[in-house]
Each structure stands twice: as structure tokens, then as C-alpha cells.
Nanobody
Framework: QVQLVESGGGSVQAGGSLRLSCATS????????MVWFRQAPGKEREGVAD???????TYADSVKGRFAISQDKAKNTMYLQMNSLKPEDTATYYC??????????????????WGKGTLVTISS
């Protein structure tokens, strides 16, 4: 059974950085399509960045050039490095795992397992 646990959220000022981590069950990295989603209050959950089983990455236009997704198979962990943060990045961030055959930017409905989320708050 795949389990996902996010950490690293917090409150920072605009322009700052945070690194989110998603600890996974052993064997998850490299066998699942991994995605970071976020959901702001009153808004729909949206995909932020994803990485496939071969390491290919995709980003939402709103975070390109500022966020970087990565994964470490040896540590069973996926990361989201977030730089140049903006108030509009404020949201609860979730990691999710889906089947390996998913294409880039999968929808939330395609994911099999979710973490409980970590809150990111950016002040202006």
C-alpha cells in the first residue's frame, strides 16, 4: 500500500523560498507518476508539477522558472523546490501518486494515492 506524507510547508514573505518533501513508501519512486497539486481557499485543486517514471518533468505555466520537481529513489522522497514565491502561491500543497502510464499534467481524478497536504502561506 502506497503512503505519502508531505512536509516543509510554512509561512514566508514574497520572494522567499521553500522546499516541500513528499516521503513515500519504498518502491513508489520510479514506478509511479508523481505529481504536486495545490488548492487555494475557494479554488479548485490544480496540478503544479509532475515527474514521470523516467524523470521527465512538466510544470504549470504559473510556476515555470520558479519551481523545480525532483525525486530521490534512494531516499524514497519527492521534492518541490519553490523559489521567488508570490502571494498567489498560497495554498495547501498535496503530493499524489498515479499509474506509470499517465501522460504529462495528469488530472487529479487520475491519481491513486494522496498525501494529507502541507500549508504554504506567502505574505506580501
Amino acid at each position: 500500500q502506497v503512503q505519502l506524507v508531505e512536509s516543509g510547508g510554512g509561512s514566508v514573505q514574497a520572494g522567499g523560498s521553500l522546499r516541500l518533501s513528499c516521503a513515500t513508501s519504498k518502491g513508489t519512486i520510479g514506478t509511479h507518476h508523481m505529481v504536486w497539486f495545490r488548492q487555494a481557499p475557494g479554488k479548485e485543486r490544480e496540478g503544479v508539477a509532475d515527474i514521470d517514471v523516467n524523470g521527465a518533468t512538466t510544470y504549470a505555466d504559473s510556476v515555470k522558472g520558479r519551481f523545480a520537481i525532483s525525486q530521490d529513489k534512494a531516499k524514497n522522497t519527492m521534492y518541490l523546490q519553490m523559489n521567488s514565491l508570490k502571494p498567489e502561491d498560497t495554498a495547501t500543497y498535496y503530493c499524489a501518486a498515479g499509474p506509470p502510464w499517465l501522460g504529462s499534467s495528469p488530472a487529479a481524478r487520475d491519481m491513486d494515492v494522496w498525501g494529507k497536504g502541507t500549508l504554504v502561506t506567502i505574505s506580501s
